[in-house]
């Protein structure tokens, strides 16, 4: 069931998207949105940590308002720990680097498993000039791991 309800919110999620680029009325709107596809594992974490927990990002950022819209899916390796925050980073200065919380997540599923769609703020100058080059990351944390379970780096 789980595996069922992940997949329709990826189509889901894909379909939203979809529905967004045809809104758009010519090719200059197109090019004002960003899209971002990021799996999150244990192995992204710094350090890294052993987990069988995945997940996904999907992203769309829109140059014009400055707010990055997302939706995130995701299943800790132990059923038996809960999620207890997902935040965005940035930025990261160096490879193999973290950074410092910049956007916190809230009103997620702080189950096992779980999915959420939503946006952020309007991002800062600089924090967009960060999140194209490639500088945010997206974790999950759980109480097994409150470092981050589960990591993404934002790129395209």
């Keep these: ?51 069988t927990g995945s997940g996904t990002f999907t992203g769309t950022y829109n140059d014009e308002t400055n707010i990055l819209s997302y939706d995130i899916n995701w299943e800790l390796g132990d059923q038996s720990n809960a999620t207890t925050a997902i935040r965005f980073h940035g930025p990261v200065t160096t490879s193999g680097a973290n950074a410092p919380a910049i956007i916190e997540i809230a009103d997620f599923d702080s189950g096992t498993d779980g999915s959420i769609t939503g946006s ?23 109480d097994a791991f409150p470092d981050g379970e589960l990591r993404g780096n934002i790129v395209r």
Excluded: H
């Design 120 to 142: 952020t703020r309007p991002l800062t100058e600089s924090e967009e000039a960060d999140l194209k080059a490639g500088r945010w990351y997206i974790s999950i944390y759980s």
């Design 1 to 51: 069931m789980k595996t069922l309800t992940t997949k329709f919110s990826i189509l889901l999620s894909v379909l939203v998207l979809l529905l967004a680029g045809t809104a758009c009325n010519n090719e200059e709107d197109i090019e004002r949105l960003l899209l971002y596809e990021v799996e999150l594992n244990g192995a992204n974490q710094v350090p890294s940590v052993t987990t």
